[in-house]
């Protein structure tokens, strides 16, 4: 049976985490915000407490060789604490290389100005709706 709700993904950085939602029928990813990463557990028990949530996804920080990144032991931390906070919710890994580099591709495809490109709430936000698609791609070939 097919968890309801919405999935959030999360973008984690040490200033900023990116947030970005699904559509009711968790087919395609939008972005949301960025918050500070401090503010993170806050935010998300906002998010979560006006619809249901399917899931939780957190962009998995990895090298180019798939080992660990300078983000992963914070990634870390924050998964714990997920899993502490919101029990009742699975929280996913998803990879996350290259994603803020395509958000900025797909910001001058939108025809997004130069100046709101360099926006790191925007690219944050951008680049966690990249991962909770690539997400929702696998979901749906697997």
């Keep these: 049976m ?3 709700g919405r999935y959030i993904a999360l973008d984690v950085g040490a200033k900023r985490t990116g947030l970005a939602v699904t559509d009711v029928l968790a087919m395609v990813a939008s972005p ?3 918050c500070p990463t401090h503010e993170l557990m806050d935010r998300l028990a906002e998010l979560i407490g006006e619809e249901a949530c399917a899931g939780l996804v957190v962009g998995d920080p990895k090298q180019l060789d798939g080992g ?8 870390g931390r924050i998964i714990g604490r997920l899993k502490e906070q919101f029990k009742e919710i699975p929280v996913f890994l998803q990879d996350e290389r290259f994603t803020s580099k395509m958000a900025v591709q ?3 495809e939108a025809g997004v100005p130069r100046q709101k490109r360099r926006e790191k709430e925007r690219i944050d936000s951008m680049s966690a709706a990249i991962i909770l698609q690539s997400f929702l ?3 749906k070939s697997s």
């Excluded at 660990?68 to 990634?75: E, R, Y």
């Design 2 to 4: 097919k968890a309801a």
């Design 106 to 108: 797909a910001m001058i």
């Design 137 to 139: 791609d696998k979901k």
């Design 68 to 75: 660990a990144s300078d983000n992963s032991a914070l990634v």
């Design 32 to 34: 949301v915000s960025a």
